[in-house]
C-alpha cells in the first residue's frame, strides 16, 4: 500500500535571506503596490562592474528573488511618459551617473533571467543622488505625491508616478 501523497506547503517567504516588501500608496486616485524582496549588503558592493548584486550596465531584477513587481490601478504618467493600468516587472540599469528604470509587460519571472527588452512597455532615465547614510538592505519607498525612490548603498534612484 502507497502513501497518500502530501500536499506541498506553500513557501515562507520571510524566511528568505532576502525577505519579501511591500509597498503600498495611492496617488490622486490611484493604487500604487510595489511587491519585492530586500537583499542587504552583508558587506559586498552594490553596484559595479564586479558587483554579483546590480552590475553597473546590465538588467536588474531591482531587488531579490522573483522579479519586483509595479502595480497601478489606473493610468498614470512615470516621468510624465504615458503607463497603462496594470502589473509590470519592474527592472533598473544602474549606472553611475544615469538609471533606466523599466516597466517590463512580463510581470512574473524569477530575477532577469528570462527578461525580453522586446516586452519593455516604458522606460524612463533618471539621475540617482548620492546619500548621506548608506542603506544597508535594499529599500523602495513610495508617497502620496507620487515619489518612488530606490534606495541602497549611497545611491538614491527615484521618480514620479502623476
Do not use: C
Not at 522579479?67 to 512615470?78: G, L, M, N, P, W
Amino acid at each position: 500500500m502507497t502513501e497518500p501523497a502530501q500536499a506541498k506547503k506553500p513557501e515562507d517567504k520571510s524566511k528568505r535571506p532576502s525577505p519579501p516588501a511591500v509597498v503600498k500608496t495611492t496617488v490622486g486616485s490611484t493604487d500604487v503596490t510595489i511587491d519585492y524582496s530586500k537583499p542587504s549588503l552583508k558587506g559586498r558592493a552594490a553596484f559595479g562592474e564586479k558587483s554579483a548584486l546590480a552590475p553597473v550596465g546590465e538588467v536588474w531584477r531591482t531587488g531579490a528573488n522573483e522579479a519586483t513587481t509595479f502595480t497601478v490601478s489606473k493610468a498614470v504618467k512615470i516621468n510624465g511618459q504615458p503607463l497603462a493600468a496594470g502589473t509590470y516587472g519592474l527592472f533598473t540599469i544602474p549606472g553611475a551617473t544615469e538609471w533606466t528604470i523599466i516597466f517590463n509587460k512580463t510581470a512574473k519571472q524569477w530575477g532577469a533571467y528570462e527578461y525580453k527588452a522586446a516586452d519593455d512597455v516604458l522606460r524612463v532615465k533618471v539621475k540617482p543622488t548620492t546619500l548621506a547614510t548608506p542603506v544597508e538592505q535594499f529599500t523602495i519607498m513610495a508617497d502620496k505625491t507620487g515619489k518612488v525612490s530606490l534606495q541602497w548603498a549611497k545611491s538614491e534612484a527615484s521618480f514620479m508616478v502623476k
